[in-house]
Nanobody
């Protein structure tokens, strides 16, 4: 069974950090990229970051560049999203998602939800004082 499970969300003060995890099962990250999306109340789901299989190329949305960092461990079939210097605008439910095996994450090429076929259940991130 193909499955993604996110963890690591929570409540953090502005300027704080969180690390989200995305554990994959039923398929291997050796062949699949993983993307992170987020959805704030009343807003559309937006792509935040992505890491490719193979060379591990990455993508970051402009709103998170320099603050968020994506990484992976193919042996553990897990992807992490390190989020630093968080601000209230980062408050959202964060989802990880997997696209088909031929998807490649490129800097400057935004993520679209319709390109991703497997989704986790999401984890809430709240940035508030």
């Amino acid at each position: 069974q193909v499955q993604l499970v996110e963890s690591g969300g929570g409540l953090v003060q502005p300027g704080g950090s969180l690390r989200l995890s995305c554990a994959a099962s039923g398929f291997t990250l050796d062949w699949h990229a993983i993307g992170w999306f987020r959805q704030a109340p009343g807003k559309e789901r937006e792509g935040v970051s992505c890491i490719s299989s193979g060379d591990g190329s990455t993508y970051y949305a402009d709103s998170v560049k320099g603050r968020f960092s994506i990484s992976r461990d193919t042996a553990r079939n897990t992807v992490w999203l390190q989020m630093n210097n968080l601000n209230p605008e980062d408050t959202a439910i964060y989802y990880c998602a997997a696209p088909p095996a031929d998807y490649y994450c490129s800097d400057g090429i935004p993520l679209w939800t319709h390109d991703f076929q497997t989704w986790g259940q999401g984890t809430q991130v709240t940035v508030s004082s």
